[in-house]
């Protein structure tokens, strides 16, 4: 918060969006992984198959940008996309061997990081800050429609 305290809320979380994305490239650099997509891996580690749409919308992603991380992901060895047998359009994603091999590693990245920036706040701090933050975002949201 500013010195005042009058620093808008928006701001103060784009800052810390700022912040932990920093902090993920960090960690996530050797594997040449961007913090977007070690959301996308942490996804496919838990269900295989999904289809490209599916990611998208689990990660509030457009599908467009979705098909540029997908692609990236692809060069690098990590995902495959296979068809869906009924649907031509329709792609299905699944971690390769290689992919599966970090699986160790973006595992502990996802719980340590989890960890880290949950320290200090009781179990009720936590669930008061996602009510919050639940409030805020349909706060946008509305205001979004609304224009």
């Known amino acids: 918060m500013s ?3 009058t620093e808008h809320v928006g701001v103060m979380i784009h800052t810390i969006d700022l912040e932990i994305t920093n902090y993920l490239k960090h960690r996530l650099g050797k594997f040449q992984l961007a913090p977007e997509q070690h959301l ?3 996804l496919l580690l838990k269900q295989q198959g999904l289809t490209q749409n599916e990611i998208a919308d689990q990660l509030r992603k457009d599908k467009s940008s979705m098909t540029r ?3 990236s ?5 990590f995902i495959k996309r ?3 047998p009924n649907d031509r359009r329709c792609m299905k994603v699944y971690l390769t061997d290689e992919g599966e091999s970090l699986r160790g ?3 502990m990245i996802t719980e340590t990081t989890k960890e880290q920036f949950e320290r200090d706040f ?4 936590k669930e008061e800050l ?12 509305s205001a979004d429609r609304k224009s």
């Open 3 to 5: 010195e005042q305290g």
């Open 40 to 42: 996308v891996m942490a």
């Open 69 to 71: 991380m997908l692609a």
């Open 73 to 77: 992901l692809e060069k690098k060895g």
């Open 82 to 84: 296979e068809g869906c």
């Open 105 to 107: 590693y973006i595992d």
């Open 122 to 125: 009781s179990k009720e701090e």
């Open 130 to 141: 996602i009510r919050l933050l639940a409030k805020f975002r349909m706060n946008v949201q």
